[in-house]
């Protein structure tokens, strides 16, 4: 199976802040890489698809980047709502998929 | 508007089965798949597995093959997830959603749209 790290597993910032979340895989996914935001309680939400398609209705200042094995989400500047937990997931190894660790958004 | 209604919390024993439904309405049901998704307590999302809605196909993940089965209504559009002989470590909330299928590339891309999610505790 196509293992999927997320660093860091957690980061503390600003509201304002330029946040980067890194996302790898344990081979190449081509773009098949996609980014959920999950908030305690409630289910996780599509921000990014297919590495850098933002998915509908989803703010502008979250992006997505990346190819192969590397893959980078960054949220240009972190505003109250964002504070959450980000996942990555691979899309590539159908019909196994897998999910990275998370990476848990808190105020500084 | 797409929504996924799913079945309420379950409390079961261990060695007992469950059965959560997932209910999708405004869009096409057989147009899309379904995939499940687990989460323990504290802990991160855990792939279960998807169905390809058209024609019933499945695929599981080889850690829950043999106890988990995926089957959908198409006359109801609701799906289910049957999960049989559970142990304590089953306990989690499990979501249903969306698994978007790209015509264009004819690939089963991303979950675009989540359940409530059904807390299900096996305990004793």
């Known amino acids: 199976d196509i293992q999927m790290t997320q660093s860091p597993s957690s980061l503390s910032a600003s509201v304002g802040d330029r946040v980067t979340i890194t996302c790898r895989a344990s081979?190449?996914?081509?773009?098949?890489l996609n980014w959920y935001q999950q908030k305690p309680g409630k289910a996780p939400k599509l921000l990014i698809y297919?590495?850098?398609s933002l998915q509908s209705g989803v703010p502008s200042r979250f992006s997505g980047s990346g190819s192969g094995t590397d893959f980078t989400l960054t949220i240009s500047s972190l505003q109250p709502e964002d504070f959450a937990t980000y996942y990555c997931?691979?899309?590539?190894?159908?019909?196994?998929?897998?999910f990275g660790q998370g990476t848990k958004v808190e105020i500084k | 508007q797409v929504q996924l209604v799913q079945s309420g919390t379950e409390v079961k024993k261990p060695g007992a089965s469950v059965k959560v439904s997932c209910k999708a309405s405004g869009y096409t049901f057989t147009s899309h798949g379904i995939s499940w998704v687990r989460q323990a307590p504290g802990q991160g999302l855990e792939w279960m597995g998807w169905i390809r809605v058209f024609n019933g196909n499945t695929n599981y993940a080889q850690k829950l093959q043999g106890r988990v089965t995926m089957t959908t209504d198409t006359s109801t559009s609701t799906a289910y997830m049957e999960l049989r002989s559970l142990r304590s470590d089953d306990t989690a909330v499990y979501y249903c959603?969306?698994?978007?299928?790209?015509?264009?590339?004819?690939?089963?891309?991303?979950?675009?749209?989540w359940g409530q999610g059904t807390p299900v505790t096996v305990s004793s």
């Open positions: 997931q691979q899309s590539f190894s159908t019909p196994t998929w897998t």
């Open positions: 959603a969306r698994l978007y299928y790209d015509i264009l590339t004819a690939y089963y891309s991303h979950l675009d749209y």
């Open positions: 081979q190449s996914i081509s773009r098949y």
């Open positions: 297919a590495a850098s």
